[in-house]
């Protein structure tokens, strides 16, 4: 199983690099359509839309349907949830009267569970014990197969950056912690929101931070012939080594991607 990360594209259509936002979204599409296998799924992560608005969220679906893989999608603190959900409502996964963008996809050998961090107040994340409930609740509705989380904002501390600490407090960040170590079925958590690539642990689970799809938005230091070229990661999952991560620049020959990250077995999780 091959799953595509892509996150925060912040698509805006009024800000100086808008016309560029739009070009790395949609050669990031491109790109994953030009796979070779081609991914299963892929798992927008968050912040598809930097004002939330529904003209913002009209040019992401436009973009978003010409992948040729099922695409799910996660609401980042710039994403508005109601117009999220009313613009990807037609793709089906999406519970039309739910308070929070979670979901679980049962289609695959691993388990695609989404979760929602989003906070009213601020642009870090939360998690109340509502969602406490909900997550623990959809990680135990099936038993028989691993699984992968996929949050906006990281479940650890990046130790790189202005902030470290992505969630509002660190107990809203343990409960999260908590919730996803509580069956040792979740064996790995895909996160966006820092526009860096970072790793991290929640316990004994994997977890990771894919960088930016917005290259005017990245952070870290690339070199100079990056600068125009959206980076996103594909995971491949096997059932005896877990999932294995590779960063994919788009737009550079296959050879020049950067074989990166993480590689951990079920047994661990
Ligand atoms: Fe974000």
């Not at 990031?28 to 930097?50: C, E, K, R």
């Not at 992968?148 to 902030?163: D, K, L, R, S």
Request: net charge negative.
């Amino acid at each position: 199983m091959i799953i595509a990360q892509i996150s925060d594209t912040h698509l805006a259509l009024d800000t100086p690099d808008a016309v560029q936002r739009i070009s790395d979204f949609e050669r990031t599409i491109a790109d994953l359509n030009a796979l070779d296998p081609a991914p299963d799924v892929i798992v927008h992560t968050g912040d598809v839309v930097h004002h939330g608005r529904q003209d913002e969220y009209a040019e992401a679906v436009r973009i978003l349907s010409k992948a040729r893989a099922p695409v799910y999608v996660l609401a980042g603190n710039k994403d508005d949830r109601a117009n999220l959900r009313a613009a990807f409502a037609p793709f089906g996964y999406l519970a039309p009267d739910s308070k929070f963008i979670d979901y679980a996809i049962e289609d695959h050998p691993v388990r695609l569970i989404a979760v929602d961090t989003l906070s009213a107040s601020s642009n870090k994340g939360d998690f109340c014990p509502e969602r406490v409930k909900r997550l623990i609740d959809m990680i135990d509705a099936e038993t028989g197969k691993p699984i992968a989380v996929f949050t906006h904002h990281p479940p650890f501390e990046v130790m790189v950056g202005p902030e470290r600490l992505h969630f509002e407090t660190v107990e809203m960040m343990d409960r999260l912690r908590q919730a996803l170590q509580h069956s040792g079925r979740v064996i790995t958590v895909f996160s966006g929101h820092v526009h860096r690539a970072a790793e991290g642990h929640v316990g004994h689970i994997r977890a990771s931070v894919v960088q930016c799809i917005a290259t005017t938005l990245r952070k870290g230091t690339y070199p100079p012939q990056m600068k125009a070229h959206p980076v996103y990661h594909l995971h491949r999952y096997d059932p005896a080594w877990g999932f294995i991560t590779e960063t994919r620049i788009v737009g550079m020959a296959a050879a020049a991607s950067i074989d990166s990250a993480a590689r951990e077995t079920i047994g661990a999780a």
